[in-house]
């Protein structure tokens, strides 16, 4: 049994709120379960100086997470005086996902920077940036659309992404921390609305994993994905 | 005509919301209108190294902004990595505040953090900090007179803090964003709850003020603290 | 009895040498007793770059203090890798204090940067440094009339500083090191030499204080401020 | 055809080298093609502060690149003061990679550092660092046996890494640089000598990629580790 | 006796491998005996800021140690955050010294960064940097030169290091590290081809020298730079 | 002829001022010309970890420039966040030599830090800084003996240093700035009282200089030195 008696397949709550904060051009906070990350999109209309005078935009995103959104406290990393590799790590997969959902070239020469802060963590806060992030760069975008600086809509796909593992023998998908400490592999799975793959990132924590093992996550992956896009659905619409 | 119709002397709204996260042992969300803080207050049960076999606790602070809590982002200081003077400078500030509202010998061998995240600005972060700060603090301290760890409640006051400024000519009390920007002097007041002053820090922005002005700033000052305080109060009595 | 038998009111013997180095186109060493700082003053006929095509200029400042200025050695904050709170505050403090004494739009797009640095600390390193900082300033000042590239002075009005304190229930002005390491209010305050404020920064160390205590201190610093501005006068007319 | 005239399915020659430099406990030197790493493997007798009294031991890795491994020079990390998040990323995952092949209580309280750093690159680098540096943590462990500090053999299983990709619509093994910079899917896979998973991490570059996709770069991955796992047996064999 | 039996004047066997890896412009491997280094010469066809416009060229060098070069592992530079003030005060010597073996107008607006990185280390690291990177130098001036852009070869004189010391009251020349850890004076010394001097540096570790054992220790020095001479010229003959 | 018609063996105008400082065990302003360092000895009695348990003692110094000890002003290490290769490269030269001074033995399990900040450059603060900073240092000795902590002078030799260089063809002694940076060769030369050598550094900076040059500068050197060691002990004496 898990807790809260979910199934082995089913996401925890989701809950994703737009506009959560005044100044950004997106604003999502989104939860998945008690996991809480509020991320913004900020435009500039500009690109890093690689890009300059190649009549494309840029993506990027940085993760963070407040001192006390964990259990016990943890230092603040611009009081260390640098990001970790954990961060760092989860920064660069969150913005090379949402880079994968948008066409470049059609963005023009914008950038659009996503912050994902994790104000309470229980498991799964990198596929909960992702997700939330999405909605947030959408409306980013949206932002761009409506004051005219952008004719046509860059975005090629959704995107979502969940976590999936293999705790005690068994496939779950949507891992919460205490499953996730428990697990024998932890897997991150990024899709497009139509199942295709942007990133599989699949650790063995504590035994290897079977081919047989892999496509099970793979599968419940793909379901929790599909209610994930629908919940990503629901908030745009409203 | 101040913006939302408040009189000179007026606050903005206040809200305080207890237990707004899972994990630390005071966490609150303060709403100064359009400015809110997350604070929370993280229990380690030793102290730092200066401070070994005193018989006598600590109470620090850190304060940090999110990227984009602001009309522009900042840059993340973690990704800078540094905090800068701004920064150190509130964070100085809410720990000595907060310092002085306990008596350390009472609170014995224990170290209390307290870390204030600015989820969104407009104006009035740091004394937003110190208000919603110090009831994360009294929570943290009920928390170690639940588990025994304490006999004793070591808060000697209450204390709470307020902007106060001098715009076209006039004084008022809690500034926010547009009237900040606009302001002659700025000052930062940090009260007990009987009016004795812990803090006084003004700084003449655009013109120097006269010893009447400053009268009348700490006349604000006091009686939108008396205004905070009931807040608190209000908040730790739920 | 205060040391050297000064009475409540009294500053310390205050000395202000000009031309104190060589290359800088100001050079005061300042002495307030025993506290010794020399500040200089540096000229750059540009400005930083969030100032270009403004037509204004900028004052700046950097507080440091060498590594055996005070009774037991700090570490060297260039070997430490970063400047702390405390220098960055003091920092911080300078520069807005001696902005507010010039008027940056006939300072011309010119930069002058006034570098405190303590050679020798007894208490009042940082008033000390306002007080020396505006001479050096001054001369830097006269170095740009005298070559040609200000037709009109945009000093406004001197500044000075002086820090006030409650010791044993008493106000005292200009605190030494052991007044300073027994006050249970200490206070730092900069006006104008008409008297008006620039900065008033008051911390209860040890016990709060009331608002007569506040009247007290601040009639001190004013006294102590002409004292220092006379100083002041004496060694810009050598 | 691919560059040098490989079927999709063929890593490149593989040289494995022990013994390359004097020092360290295991040093070996991997070329894969044109890729060439430098690992050695350190060994102290203690374990960091986090196992201390808890009877296991740690291996962790560094990866670093030397400032002309590639076609342009790129800026020292040292010079720089720090890691990018790239070289942290590799680091965690040779580091997990390794710790999975060791079982952690056999090897007691000793910790093995495999130091990483690139000669020459020509796409594989971390690949290769997994496989060579595999090598070179038996020969510490080999090291740790001879002088009786070790009764059993840590070692659980052998591993190697390949890298994967999907260029031009088609999955090939072992990518060079020109390749890699040409694929629209490259994924990294770590393997236990009887085919179960360690790491897999795949990333869409230009495409998403299909679940076929995935089955066939997994295909051709385990191949490519046979024959590498083969070629460690081979070098430890002499 | 030396250890190998060398005779006090003797240098270690020098080999002088060009073309070591394939991307650099210049890539050398220098081995004086046990101590091997990489040498790599990059070109950039520009001048850093403070040279621009100038009409002359810029040489410039990076001298790095992988961690377990050395008998114990020492902390990666780039993990520490710093370059510590021996591998700075190295870079400094070896691009002084190859800087001062070229004429910098005839180089043009060219600059040529050599890297050094010690693989093995067994004392003359310095030393074996200075000897292998001037080779790595005039590689990638024969780049220049061969790709028509330059049309005169800018080096003035070959150039070379070695080491000399006093060991047991004796002048020893090219200490390996057992001998260097015993001395009393180590001494540095680059000269040209012809014998002037470039650099000295002679440091009494254990006790003071006197005026003949300098002339004894410089006597050493230019025979073993003889030797390496001839070293260089066989090497850029092949 | 040189600036303030000096001969060229002649030093420049030596002032050595002890007991600068109040809080420093030694503290010394010494001057060579208008170079004009503050050199502070401060005494811990105890020994940094590598040193731990070994009965012996350890000296250690740091070097800094205000930043506007030059004719424009440097940029402040503090605040760049690193000191930089000059600066460590000093402070290595400074500690080695006041080393080679002291019977570490003798000096029981203390520590003594020199810190050399120099006020205003005209050429020689390396030498001056050593001058002046063996003078400290006998001073925190005298120190450590009259509090009873020593019984036995651990002072072996005095030593001193000076610059000498060659200046269009011609040997010159104490270089001053405008010399200095006109000369070919610059030499900095560090000797015991009775003219053993401690270190010796010279540099080619625009020509490779001869072996009867060094010799020349040598003699200049040793005379030098015997003026300064005169200095050093009338300032003794006092």
């Known amino acids: 049994m898990r807790p809260n008696g979910r199934t082995p397949a089913q996401v925890r709550p989701v809950t994703i709120t737009r506009n959560y904060t ?10 998945f379960g008690n996991t809480k990350v509020l991320c913004t999109a900020s435009v500039e209309e500009s690109v890093p100086r690689f890009l300059k005078g190649q009549g494309k935009g840029w993506i990027t995103a940085e993760y963070g997470m407040l001192p006390r959104a964990t259990h016990t406290r943890n230092q ?10 954990r961060t760092l790590e989860i920064s660069r997969l969150i913005a090379r996902a949402l880079r ?12 659009i920077t996503i912050d994902c ?33 952008l004719k046509v ?13 293999i705790v005690d023998g068994k496939a779950l998908c949507d891992l919460e921390y205490v499953e996730d400490s428990a697990a024998d592999t932890d897997m991150n799975v990024v899709m497009t609305e139509c199942g295709k793959m942007i990133e599989v990132q699949g650790t063995a924590e504590e035994a290897p994993f079977s081919h047989e ?26």
Chains 1, 2, 3, 4, 5, 6 share one sequence.
């Open 22 to 31: 005044l100044h950004a051009e997106g604003s999502v906070l989104v939860e």
């Open 76 to 85: 603040r990393e611009a009081a260390k005086g640098k990001q970790g590799g």
């Open 100 to 111: 994968a959902a948008v066409d470049l070239k059609a963005l023009g020469e914008n950038t």
């Open 117 to 149: 802060d994790v104000i309470q963590a229980d498991g799964g806060t990198r596929t909960a940036s992702i997700t939330g992030g999405f909605v947030a760069l959408a409306d980013a975008i949206n932002y761009l659309i409506n004051k005219g600086a």
């Open 153 to 165: 809509n860059p975005i090629k796909h959704m995107i979502a992404a969940v976590s999936v593992g």
């Open 213 to 238: 093992e892999l496509l099970e996550m793979l599968a419940l992956a793909k379901a929790g994905i599909d209610d994930l896009v629908a919940a990503q659905k629901a908030a745009l619409a409203e």
